[in-house]
């Protein structure tokens, strides 16, 4: 461990590694475990998101309870319903808000949105007949989409994406992120989808492409959001990468827009 805390791309890799291992375990088994992870995710991120801004105990406890709540009705009504319910809660946590300090409202709407619909999203992908295969999908190229930036833009380097923002990010790492997404898409669909979506293996390597583009955008909004806090990171949790929200910042859009591309497909059933 001596060498992983000395070399900080080890501690990196290592954390991303112990992370993707039980993602992936917890999407293979789906059910119970797949949702407790992903619910770990959505109070995790609050959390994080509360304290960053500074939303307060009561707010927090709040957002929290709300969170949790919602994620446990998606087993008893229909995503649609869920939806609704997340909504509305973020909207009232809102007004609570609000009523302590004006400029919390937004913060405490737009934190429970930003922590909930992508795992009620993702809950909602993997509990679909070809669920396994479509959670799978999208880990694949958000995963992919981050792995290629990091190392395309430190090979290659270049004229920055968002300096005032993002300051590591170059042109040639967006490139390299979305290219990798893409490549990666076109092969998952061409041969471990086989026998669904195979023949529609270049329509995929575009949607791949869309859904890297996303990510990178969800990336770069944390990095804002950071900026706009006054914070290096958003948490410590996992060393090598910050707090929960830093690690999944590009998820949190790619999981919606993912799930919207299978519920308006119907290809994962």
Partial sequence: MAAADTNPLLLRVLTGAVLAAAALG?????????????????????????????LGR????????????????????????????????????????????????????????????????????????????ATVFVLALVWTTDIAAYFTGRAIGGPKFAPGISPNK?????????????????????????????????????????IAVVAILGDLFESWLKRRAGVKDSGTLLPGHGGVLDRLDGMVPAAVVGALVFAGTGWAG
């Fill in 58 to 133: 009561g707010i927090r406890l709040a957002g929290l309870v709300l969170l949790a709540g919602v994620i446990l009705l998606m087993s008893l009504v229909s995503i649609g319903e869920v939806v609704l319910a997340l909504a509305g809660g973020a909207g009232l946590l809102g007004l609570f808000a609000r009523g302590i300090d004006r400029r919390l409202g937004f913060w405490a709407t737009a934190g429970i949105l930003y922590c909930g619909l992508p795992v009620v999203a993702m809950i909602w992908l993997r509990g679909l007949t070809l669920g396994l295969a």
């Fill in 26 to 54: 917890a999407v293979w088994l789906g059910g119970m475990a797949f949702t407790a992870l992903a619910a770990a995710a959505a109070l995790l991120m609050f959390a994080e998101w509360a304290v960053m801004l500074r």
């Fill in 170 to 210: 170059t042109w040639a790492g967006v490139f390299g992120g979305i290219l990798g997404a893409m490549a990666v898409g076109f092969g998952l669909s061409a041969s471990y989808l086989a026998g669904n979506w195979g023949r529609w293996a270049g329509f995929f390597a575009g949607i791949s492409g869309v």
